[in-house]
Nanobody
C-alpha cells in the first residue's frame, strides 16, 4: 500500500505558473509508475502526464506538451507537476496516481491502469 497526498493547487492568472506536489508514504515511489490526471466540471477525468518506473521516461497529453513537466525526487519521495503558461482550460481538479506495473514499451495513460489515487487538488486559472 502507498498513500498519496497532492498539494500546491490554487488560483492563478492565465500565463502564470504553478507546481503541484504528490507526496508518497508507506512505500518508496521509485517502484511505482506515476501519473497525473485532471477532471474539469462536466468532463471525464483525462490523462495529463506519466513517468515510468522502469526507465523514468515521460509522456504527456497533447494539450499540455511544452507547458507541463512531470518529475520525481526520490530523496523527498515526491512527484511533481510543473505547470507553465497556464490557460483557463487547465482549470480542473488534479489527481496523482500510482501503479506497480513495470511498463517498458508503453505508457500508462488510462485511469483504469492505476491502483492508488490521491484526494485531488483544485487548480483554477482566471482570464
Amino acid at each position: 500500500q502507498v498513500q498519496l497526498v497532492e498539494s500546491g493547487g490554487g488560483l492563478v492568472q492565465a500565463g502564470g505558473s504553478l507546481r503541484l506536489s504528490c507526496a508518497a508514504s508507506g512505500r518508496s515511489l521509485s517502484i511505482y509508475t506515476m501519473g497525473w490526471f485532471r477532471q474539469a466540471p462536466g468532463k471525464e477525468r483525462e490523462f495529463v502526464a506519466t513517468i515510468r518506473r522502469s526507465d523514468g521516461n515521460t509522456n504527456y497529453a497533447d494539450s499540455v506538451k511544452g507547458r507541463f513537466t512531470i518529475s520525481r525526487d526520490n530523496a523527498k519521495n515526491t512527484v511533481y507537476l510543473q505547470m507553465n503558461s497556464l490557460k483557463p482550460e487547465d482549470t480542473a481538479v488534479y489527481y496523482c496516481a500510482a501503479t506497480r506495473t513495470y511498463y517498458m514499451s508503453t505508457f500508462a495513460k488510462k485511469d483504469s491502469e492505476y491502483d492508488y489515487w490521491g484526494q485531488g487538488t483544485q487548480v483554477t486559472v482566471s482570464s
